[in-house]
């Protein structure tokens, strides 16, 4: 993950965003334990509880 912000920093991007549902537990904690904070939707994925994002520096 620290490889793949690197890369999308370099490329532009300011910050990253990422979904879940709610039964991938290990998954959220894995974003969390990232930095990622959990927010308001940006999709309308069905099969998406849980929106992440975490800012690029």
């Given at each position: 993950?620290?490889?793949?912000?690197?890369?999308?920093?370099?490329?532009?991007?300011?910050?990253?965003?990422l979904?879940?549902?709610?039964?991938?537990?290990?998954?959220r904690s894995?974003?969390?334990?990232?930095?990622?904070?959990e927010?308001?939707?940006?999709n309308?994925?069905?099969?998406?509880n849980h929106?992440?994002?975490?800012?690029?520096?």
């Open positions: 993950m620290k490889e793949l912000e690197r890369k999308s920093f370099e490329f532009g991007l300011h910050a990253l965003r979904d879940t549902r709610t039964d991938l537990v290990e998954a894995l974003y969390a334990s990232l930095g990622y904070i927010g308001e939707a940006h309308t994925d069905p099969y998406a929106w992440f994002r975490k800012e690029l520096a």
